[in-house]
């Protein structure tokens, strides 16, 4: 029996992946379950086992190039199995709509934004350019790939480039998006379609730096002291629990109160952002959640975060102090109503019990979908974040 | 016509020479020191030998792959052969030749790797001789089993058509590489072909080198008169293998070993030593100049540097 | 002043004038004091029988009578009566009078002409039709002229009688009643300099030997349809004016060449990989490339023409070079 090696789906929001590497050639024995290739997804690289027994027969789909969740990728079959069988796998998988949006659960509250879009073939198409057309462009500066060919086979010839010249085409490069740039930007357009509000406090937080750079080594904080931000984690989870409509999320018409606190933390890395989640923070120590955190940070910057650590988020935190960021709003994540954006700490000169004092202080802005969260409650979690942040041996306190 | 003293004692050397020079040439290739394999000629050194006797050096030969006969007697040198053989930049062809000996200006013409090819030149070179009015004389050699190529019989027909002065000298050695001769050739004998195309022909005995010399200066002395080509053909035997690596064991021992008999350096040693101008005194001094030569040849080879690689491009075309 | 005389007129008089000025030029093949082509015909009567020699049917050696008077002295012209029975002379051609004088290191030369009338005429059958002159330009030391007018032939012949190094020439059968300008006055025409037939912009045509005037006809289809097609006959594919080929493609960025020889392993392949390899960056479509079916050219007319380029075929070609295909 032939059976058709197919685009995954990792988590909800998945559409389409990039074959990374090939882990097996054509004419490779394979093993059920046995990792055959690499696909990055939206923001993970992940290996794609084999669903059977077999040899490698036909992979449809090269390395660097980009298929729908479902389309056929490659096709495994018994060394001796008739071609026939083969070509018709692939022919389907050639006529057939991609089972990336029939196939999606009716429960799936949040369906791809691209889904009414008709499924992008699993081969995208290659840019054809012919050699004189594509030293004309490289000459001239010209970003061949986005030009439109009119030759054979859409082929771009000279012709389209000097075309692309008199209509003014400015010297410049085009980078192709890559899966993780595409999901950023869907979940940038889903953000902006909630109506948001934006509040700010401005917090001192001399003492928790000083509690931080004091907490003895070993104790608490694990091997090495807990960052800022798996300490504003913590104080978060303590906060939230006490404003239970900010730990929320949005679904159709009705609020899902979750009973425990799962934080997303936005991570920097090389192509974009990732955004991993630290589960059940209001169980859990601070040394846990800064160990947990830092595990989950080395994952993202090396390729390696596995995408169900990216779901399931109820509040999700920002540090832009790193960056040089004073004041900001952060980036919501529906279905979730909250998140909060810290911005860099400064020293100021302010007035503390009528008398100038030096403070480190930072602004600490939540951004709310107004739909289900008012100021009010925002106004509270914020006072909360400022009591534990002049009080921070609050941290440390049992866990119940 | 007959053999002066000096002559034979000249055609002798040259003899005793080639057979020297085959001997050690098949120790180098042996001993890889040389990159060909190497096709001699033992026994039969008073054919290509004898042939050159009564020729010019301005007449051209077109010789055999087998041996140095031909080619030591028509003034080739043992130190230009070793050069060639061991593909140094100090031979004539700059390392380009190998085998296939070739010195133009003293009428040694191509020795095509394709036996037979020098059937159709030969008959051009004496084509040429002609039309420039010019006295040369071609010598074509070739052995039994050549004979059975295709531009054999238009060759002999446009030298008799057109009269040529050229002489068809086969060397019949009676083994066709590694079969007798009579495996892979119908007849006893090639030479009455050459009757079918009006052609004189001429069977002697290719082991005495009087009677080589003598048949071929009377054939040469015809062409160089404009009296038109001739055939002969010298019977001989090839008493060595077709190469050197080569097994043999497909020509009987007695075979061989009347043919020993028959050997042509000893019985022209034994008449020259009968007609008292040659003495064992003479030999071992003769030997010893030729053991010198060809040393001298060897070292001068050994020491020669090998050609340029850069030099490849040169003389693609005139 | 120029007059129009045939293509064998211009071949005769390059004969005649070389053996006029040079006694070591002289001519042999089977029937050549006749001239079953005319190309030879009446020389014997000037330059009698010893300079103009019948010889036996027997290609090998006819050839290899020519070479071994090439390197001792003489300019021989050899006549191959059609261009197929350079097979039977293969041996002699290739092996022996295109190497020698590089193996010689020199020391010889083998300046010598062989003409060979070739190419389809309609119904002469599969042995008697064959371009075959892409088979010349594997061997090494040869060189190859492919004339396709009168004026070329004879200015490519004198050149090719003069040449120091086996020159094998080509006259297309086509060709041999046309007639074209030829100057009274005399003329050469170096092998290795090919000539733009027709200046255009859009395509560059490179055509050999006949199919140089099926490449005119079809550029004068292609013109009224607002395309100009630049036609280069290289006139010797060895050696090869690449020169004058890559300055047309710097200017048309698009190349076809067509030739009767067969398509597979032929000039056209040779030119398309010089493309590839050396021109890349001025290709705007893939090569075109026209010839021969690879299978025995058939007897009937109507087949034969089915299996060789046609003047339709190369429109189509720079069509399909243009991305215009029909």
Same mark, same amino acid.
């Given at each position: 029996m032939a059976t058709a090696v197919t685009m995954p789906r990792w988590g909800m929001i998945m559409e389409e992946g990039m074959v990374v590497e090939w882990l097996k050639k054509e004419g490779d024995e394979i093993k059920r379950d046995e990792p055959i290739l690499i696909v990055e997804s939206e923001k993970v690289d992940n290996e794609v086992t084999a669903p059977a027994e077999g040899v490698l027969r036909v992979i449809v789909v090269d390395e660097g190039e980009t298929a729908s969740v479902g389309a056929v990728l490659a096709v495994i079959a018994a060394a001796d199995e008739d071609e026939a069988a083969i070509k018709a796998i692939l022919t389907q998988a050639a006529q057939q709509p991609s089972p990336a949006s029939s196939s999606a659960p009716a429960s799936d509250s949040h369906p791809p934004a691209t889904s009414a879009l008709p499924p992008s073939p699993s081969k995208p198409r290659r840019i054809v350019i012919s050699p004189a057309a594509r030293r004309l462009a490289e000459d001239k500066g010209i970003d061949w790939q986005n030009l439109q060919g009119s030759g054979p086979r859409g082929r771009i010839e000279r012709k389209d480039v000097l075309r692309a010249i008199d209509a003014g085409a400015k010297p410049g490069k085009r980078l192709p998006l890559s899966p993780m740039r595409k999901a950023i930007a869907r979940r940038t357009l889903q953000s902006i379609q909630a109506p948001q509000a934006a509040l700010c406090r401005e917090i001192d937080i001399t003492s928790i730096l000083r509690f931080r750079r004091d907490l003895p080594v070993g104790e608490q904080g694990g091997d090495k002291p807990p960052t800022f931000t798996a300490m504003l984690v913590k104080a978060a989870a303590m906060a939230l629990e006490k404003t239970p409509i900010l730990n929320a999320l949005l679904e159709d018409d009705s609020i899902w109160l979750d009973e425990n606190v799962h934080i997303g933390v936005v991570v920097a890395v090389e192509e974009g952002v990732m955004v991993p989640v630290v589960r059940q923070t209001n169980r859990k120590s601070l040394r846990d959640i800064a160990s947990e955190l830092g595990e989950l940070i080395q994952q993202a910057r090396g390729g390696r975060l596995r995408s169900e650590a990216m779901e399931g988020g109820s509040f999700t935190i920002s540090n832009a102090g790193p960056l040089g960021i004073d004041f900001f709003q952060a980036l919501l994540y529906p279905p979730q109503v909250g998140a909060l954006g810290v911005g860099r700490g400064r020293a100021r000169a302010v007035v503390v019990d009528g008398e100038v004092v030096e403070r480190t202080m930072a602004y600490f802005c939540v951004s709310s979908d107004h739909r289900v969260v008012d100021a009010a409650p925002i106004g509270r979690f914020l006072h909360d974040m400022d009591e534990i942040m002049q009080n921070p041996d609050l941290l440390l306190r049992e866990i119940k | 016509m007959q053999l002066e003293d000096d002559k034979r004692k000249e055609l002798y050397r040259k003899m005793v020479t080639v057979r020297l020079l085959e001997k050690r040439v098949e120790q180098l290739v042996t001993a890889a020191r040389i990159p060909c394999s190497g096709h001699f000629g033992l026994g039969q050194e008073a054919v290509g030998v004898g042939i050159c006797g009564p020729l010019r050096y301005s007449d051209y030969i077109f010789g055999t792959h087998r041996g140095f006969a031909e080619y030591i007697g028509k003034g080739l040198t043992p130190r230009e052969i070793l050069s060639e053989y061991y593909g140094k930049a100090t031979s004539l062809s700059r390392g380009r030749l190998g085998q296939h000996l070739l010195k133009p200006e003293i009428g040694i013409m191509p020795l095509p790797s394709s036996l037979g090819s020098e059937f159709g030149m030969a008959v051009g070179t004496a084509l040429s001789t002609k039309l420039r009015g010019s006295d040369q004389v071609t010598v074509n050699l070739f052995g039994e089993g050549t004979a059975g190529q295709a531009d054999f019989g238009p060759s002999l027909e446009m030298a008799s058509l057109w009269q040529l002065p050229l002489v068809f000298v086969c060397n019949?050695?009676? %083994?066709?590489e590694l079969a007798h001769y009579r495996n892979v050739v119908a007849t006893e004998d090639i030479a009455p072909r050459a009757g079918a195309y009006g052609i004189p022909y001429e069977i002697v005995d290719g082991n005495d080198i009087a009677l080589v010399y003598g048949a071929t200066a009377e054939a040469v002395s015809r062409a160089r008169q404009g009296e038109g080509p001739m055939f002969l053909e010298f019977k001989t035997y =090839? =008493?060595? &293998?077709? %190469? &050197?690596?080569?097994? /043999? /064991? %497909?020509?009987p021992q007695e075979e061989i070993e009347i043919w020993v008999q028959k050997d042509p350096i000893d019985r022209c040693r034994a008449t020259m030593m009968a007609e008292g101008m040659w003495t064992e005194a003479d030999e071992q001094a003769m030997l010893a100049s030729i053991a010198d030569e060809i040393e001298a040849a060897v070292k001068f080879a050994e020491e020669s540097p090998y050609p340029d690689p850069a030099t490849i491009y040169e003389h693609i075309y005139a | 002043m120029n007059r129009r005389i045939t293509f064998i007129q211009a071949v005769r008089e390059a004969f005649q004038e070389e053996m006029r000025r040079d006694e070591r030029v002289f001519v042999m093949g089977q029937d050549v004091q006749a001239g079953i082509f005319a190309t030879t015909s009446k020389l014997v009567d000037e330059f009698g029988p010893a300079r103009v020699i019948n010889t036996p049917i027997c290609e090998s050696a006819s050839v290899g009578a020519a070479v071994g008077a090439a390197m001792t002295g003489l300019r021989p012209v050899v006549q191959i009566m059609f261009g197929d029975f350079n097979y039977l002379a293969m041996e002699m051609t290739a092996n022996q009078a295109g190497q020698w004088h590089y193996i010689s290191d020199g020391a010889l030369k083998v300046p010598m002409v062989i003409e060979t009338p070739s190419g389809a005429r309609g119904g002469a059958g599969y042995g008697h039709s064959q371009s075959l002159e892409a088979a010349f330009i594997l061997p090494p030391g040869l060189k190859v002229a492919v004339p396709a007018t009168p004026y070329d032939a004879k200015g490519l012949l004198k050149s090719a009688i003069r040449d120091d190094n086996p020159v094998l020439f080509f006259e297309h059968r086509r060709l041999l009643p046309q007639r074209g300008e030829v100057p009274e006055e005399e003329y050469l025409i170096p092998l290795g300099q090919a000539d733009i037939k027709r200046v255009g912009s859009d395509v560059t045509l490179v055509a050999v030997s006949v199919t140089v005037h099926k490449a005119l006809a079809a550029a004068e289809k292609l013109s009224q349809r607002g395309i100009e097609v630049e036609v280069i006959d290289p006139r010797t594919l060895v050696p090869l004016d690449k020169d004058t080929i890559f300055q047309s493609l710097q200017k048309t960025y698009h190349l076809v060449v067509v030739e009767e020889g067969r398509k597979r392993g032929g000039f056209g392949a040779e030119l398309a990989a010089i493309a590839v390899e050396e021109w890349f960056d001025y290709l705007d479509a893939p090569v075109q490339r026209l010839g021969t079916i690879s299978a025995a050219l058939p007897y009937s007319p109507v087949l034969e023409a089915a299996c060789i380029p046609s003047e339709e075929d190369i429109v189509q070609a720079v069509l399909r070079s243009l991305g215009q295909e029909e």
């Open positions: - | 019949n050695n009676q %083994y066709v =090839r =008493r060595c &293998t077709h %190469y &050197t690596g080569d097994p /043999g /064991g %497909y020509q | -």
